[in-house]
C-alpha cells in the first residue's frame, strides 16, 4: 500500500510568512520520504467542522502550481476540487497546464461540492444538491472531451461550449487521473464506474463500511460493463500513523485485503514536515508490505 500527504493546515507558527516555507518542507520531506502523492484542499475558507473558518486556507491550483515547481515524482492533485468553484472548460484548461508543468503529475480530483458558507460568503452560485451532481456528470464529460480529439462543440444542460480546444495536450495520456471523492452510493459511486480512475473515501473504524461502499461500486462497473479492477481504491484517515502507528497498520492489513492502494496521513501539528518524516520512516515501509 502506497501513502498520500493530505496537506489540510496552514495555521502554523510565525503568521503568513511561515506558509511558504513549511509546505515547501512538508513536500520536499513526502518527496524523500516515498510519499506517492500530495494533496492540498479546494476551498475559499478553512472547514469550520474542523477549525475557525477564519483560520488560512490558500488557493488550491495556485498551490499546486507551485508544489509542481520545487517536486520531481509525487502525483499533485486536490482532494478535491468542489464542482461549483470553477467553470468546466477553465478546469480543464489548469490541470492540463499543470500536468505539462509538472511533467505529466496533475490529478484532477473532483466532487459535487459541500460547503455553503464560502459560496455564499464570496458570492459564488451554490445550486441544490440535485443539480451539483449534474454539473459533476458534465464536468467530468467536459474534461475528458477536452483532453482527448474531439475538439468540436460540448451542449449540455448546464455548460455550453463552442469548442472544447485545450493545448498543449496532457502529457499523460489519455489523460490525468480523475479520482472522484465520496462515498454516495447512488450518485457519487456510479460517476465513479463510468468516468473515474480512482475513488476516494473516509475511512473511519468502521472497516466494514468501506467493503460495503467498495462492493456498491463494484455493482455499478458490472452495470455498466467495466472491470473494477480498472479503478484505484484509496481512502483517507482510517488511524493515526503517528500517535499510534501498529493499530494504523492493523487496520490498513483489512483495507488492504479489500484492494485498497492508497492511503493519506494529514499531520496538523506545527511541524508538519516533522510529522511526514517521521511516519515515512517508522511506518511506510511496513505500510508499502501490505
Given at each position: 500500500m502506497e501513502l498520500a500527504v493530505h496537506n489540510l493546515n496552514f495555521t502554523l507558527p510565525g503568521g503568513p510568512e511561515a506558509i511558504g516555507p513549511a509546505l515547501l518542507a512538508t513536500a520536499r520531506a513526502a518527496e524523500e520520504g516515498g510519499v506517492s502523492q500530495f494533496t492540498v484542499m479546494d476551498h475559499y475558507f478553512q472547514m469550520d467542522w474542523m477549525a475557525p473558518g477564519e483560520d488560512p486556507m490558500l488557493e488550491g491550483y495556485t498551490t499546486l502550481g507551485y508544489l509542481a515547481g520545487v517536486t520531481e515524482t509525487?502525483?499533485?492533485?486536490?482532494?478535491?476540487t468542489g464542482v461549483t468553484y470553477r467553470h468546466p472548460g477553465l478546469l480543464a484548461k489548469i490541470v492540463a497546464t499543470l500536468d505539462?508543468?509538472?511533467?505529466?503529475?496533475?490529478?484532477?480530483?473532483?466532487?459535487?461540492?459541500w460547503y455553503e458558507r464560502e459560496h455564499v460568503g464570496l458570492g459564488v452560485p451554490y445550486p441544490p444538491l440535485a443539480e451539483r451532481f449534474e454539473r459533476l456528470e458534465e464536468a467530468l464529460q467536459i474534461c475528458l472531451q477536452m483532453w482527448g480529439d474531439d475538439d468540436g462543440p460540448y451542449d449540455g444542460r448546464h455548460y455550453q461550449l463552442a469548442e472544447t480546444l485545450c493545448r498543449p495536450r496532457t502529457i499523460q495520456q489519455p489523460h490525468p487521473t480523475v479520482l472522484i471523492g465520496g462515498g454516495g452510493e447512488r450518485k457519487t459511486l456510479r460517476l465513479v464506474a463510468r468516468y473515474a480512475d480512482?475513488?476516494?473515501?473516509?475511512?473511519?473504524?468502521?472497516?466494514?463500511?468501506?467493503?460495503?461502499?467498495?462492493?456498491?461500486?463494484?455493482?455499478?462497473?458490472?452495470?455498466v460493463g467495466r472491470d473494477p479492477a480498472e479503478i484505484e481504491r484509496t481512502i483517507n484517515r482510517g488511524g493515526d500513523p503517528l500517535n499510534d502507528p501498529d493499530g494504523f497498520l492493523k487496520a490498513m492489513e483489512r483495507y488492504a485485503a479489500l484492494g485498497v492502494t492508497r492511503v493519506g496521513f494529514g499531520p496538523m501539528g506545527p511541524d508538519p514536515a516533522g510529522e511526514v518524516a517521521k511516519v515515512c520512516e517508522d511506518v511506510l515501509p511496513r505500510l508499502k508490505e501490505l
Amino acid at each position: 500500500m502506497e501513502l498520500a500527504v493530505h496537506n489540510l493546515n496552514f495555521t502554523l507558527p510565525g503568521g503568513p510568512e511561515a506558509i511558504g516555507p513549511a509546505l515547501l518542507a512538508t513536500a520536499r520531506a513526502a518527496e524523500e520520504g516515498g510519499v506517492s502523492q500530495f494533496t492540498v484542499m479546494d476551498h475559499y475558507f478553512q472547514m469550520d467542522w474542523m477549525a475557525p473558518g477564519e483560520d488560512p486556507m490558500l488557493e488550491g491550483y495556485t498551490t499546486l502550481g507551485y508544489l509542481a515547481g520545487v517536486t520531481e515524482t509525487m502525483r499533485l492533485g486536490l482532494l478535491v476540487t468542489g464542482v461549483t468553484y470553477r467553470h468546466p472548460g477553465l478546469l480543464a484548461k489548469i490541470v492540463a497546464t499543470l500536468d505539462v508543468l509538472s511533467g505529466g503529475r496533475a490529478m484532477l480530483g473532483i466532487g459535487a461540492a459541500w460547503y455553503e458558507r464560502e459560496h455564499v460568503g464570496l458570492g459564488v452560485p451554490y445550486p441544490p444538491l440535485a443539480e451539483r451532481f449534474e454539473r459533476l456528470e458534465e464536468a467530468l464529460q467536459i474534461c475528458l472531451q477536452m483532453w482527448g480529439d474531439d475538439d468540436g462543440p460540448y451542449d449540455g444542460r448546464h455548460y455550453q461550449l463552442a469548442e472544447t480546444l485545450c493545448r498543449p495536450r496532457t502529457i499523460q495520456q489519455p489523460h490525468p487521473t480523475v479520482l472522484i471523492g465520496g462515498g454516495g452510493e447512488r450518485k457519487t459511486l456510479r460517476l465513479v464506474a463510468r468516468y473515474a480512475d480512482a475513488c476516494n473515501l473516509i475511512a473511519g473504524d468502521d472497516v466494514d463500511e468501506v467493503a460495503h461502499k467498495l462492493a456498491v461500486l463494484d455493482q455499478h462497473c458490472a452495470d455498466v460493463g467495466r472491470d473494477p479492477a480498472e479503478i484505484e481504491r484509496t481512502i483517507n484517515r482510517g488511524g493515526d500513523p503517528l500517535n499510534d502507528p501498529d493499530g494504523f497498520l492493523k487496520a490498513m492489513e483489512r483495507y488492504a485485503a479489500l484492494g485498497v492502494t492508497r492511503v493519506g496521513f494529514g499531520p496538523m501539528g506545527p511541524d508538519p514536515a516533522g510529522e511526514v518524516a517521521k511516519v515515512c520512516e517508522d511506518v511506510l515501509p511496513r505500510l508499502k508490505e501490505l
